[in-house]
């Protein structure tokens, strides 16, 4: 167990829906990561928080996907009209000025 | 663009023998390289990092042999354990004065058999 925690950790929704995913990232951790990691690949950078401003959006990142880090706490990551290429697992880390990124467990994912 | 390549796809190693993996950057900026341990179900967790002033790094089992002018770096697993099954990434980064984010190999899957 790393300190950071995701809920829900499954996920199934039909095509069409809205999903919202929240992280908690280990308290003392100002830097914090979303990743989508599909079968069989590594993960993928979507987007970057430093306490709650987001600095960086990867372009897999489109306009349906939003994430939010008010008080740069928690992140919530929602996904609007879910499509089954959304399948995949949704992956959080966290990290003070460092690069050791230290990630939850992870949301997977299903749409049906 | 692939930045990152990580090879063998898949491994099957004895139990007591040495693990090799394999990963080549393409970005001359990267100067942070980890590599993370990935169970099924489970979130990737950090083994050992490297930065590109050192040519190695040892940590327990665990050895990252760092080449800059080849760019390249390997992950060695001495004495492989059938526990050390699991998928292993390489990574690699800009450093903290950037974002930060992870630009990930595409993963190896090792299996220890007893």
């Known amino acids: 167990d790393t300190g950071v925690s995701q809920d829900p950790r499954h996920k199934i929704t039909k095509r069409g829906q809205n999903v919202t995913f929240r992280c908690d990232p280990i308290?003392?951790?100002?830097?914090l990561y979303w990743y989508r990691q599909t079968l069989g690949q590594g993960p993928e950078f979507l987007t970057y928080?430093?306490?709650?401003?987001?600095?960086?959006k990867s372009r897999l990142l489109s306009d349906r996907f939003s994430a939010e880090r008010p008080k740069g706490s928690f992140s919530t990551l929602e996904i609007q009209r879910t499509e089954q290429g959304d399948s995949a697992m949704y992956l959080c880390?966290?990290?003070?000025?460092?690069?050791?990124?230290?990630f939850g467990p992870g949301t997977r994912l299903t749409v049906l | 663009q692939q930045q990152v390549k990580q090879s063998p796809q898949s491994l099957i190693v004895q139990k007591g023998g040495i693990s090799i993996i394999n990963c080549a950057y393409e970005?001359?900026?990267?100067?942070?390289f980890p590599w993370y341990q990935q169970f099924p179900g489970k979130g990737p967790a950090l083994l050992i990092a490297?930065?590109?002033?050192?040519s190695e790094k040892k940590e327990g089992r665990f050895t990252i042999s760092f080449n800059k002018s080849a760019k390249q770096f390997s992950l060695h697993i001495m004495d492989s354990q059938p526990g050390d099954s699991a998928t292993y990434f390489c990574?690699?980064?800009?450093?903290?004065?950037?974002?930060?984010?992870?630009?990930f190999g595409q993963g190896t899957t090792l299996q220890v058999k007893p």
């Open positions: 308290s003392e951790h100002n830097r």
């Open positions: 970005n001359t900026a990267f100067d942070y």
């Open positions: 928080f430093q306490n709650e401003a987001q600095l960086e």
């Open positions: 990574a690699a980064s800009k450093g903290s004065s950037n974002t930060g984010k992870l630009i």
């Open positions: 880390a966290s990290t003070r000025q460092t690069n050791e990124q230290f």
């Open positions: 490297i930065r590109p002033d050192v």
